[in-house]
């Protein structure tokens, strides 16, 4: 993810695969995003309890805090786009 805002400033496109929202989820953690920073949190369930709606969490956390990073490398790239069409 460190790559992201690197990659799209560069390219029209970006597809992230991340596993770690379900390795995450198989091992009982759960993603928030605090300050702007991804925070894993142990979440504990019984034993056989489906890990779903972690997994879903996870997922949307993630998608959320990539495309964030992609939409912050992408701003200064469509500015000087302009300024340059402007000149």
Sequence with gaps: MGESGTLGAAFSSVTVI?????????KRWRIAIEDGKLRW??????????I?????NNIAALEQYS????A??????????AQSAAA
Aim: zero cysteines; proline letters at 11%; glycine letters at 2%.
């Design 67 to 70: 495309d964030r990073l992609l």
């Design 41 to 50: 949190a142990r979440s504990p369930t019984l034993p056989g309890t489906p």
């Design 72 to 81: 912050k490398s992408r701003a200064p790239a469509a500015d000087a786009s």
């Design 18 to 26: 991340d596993t770690s929202a379900f390795i995450r989820a198989q």
């Design 52 to 56: 779903d709606d972690l997994l879903d």
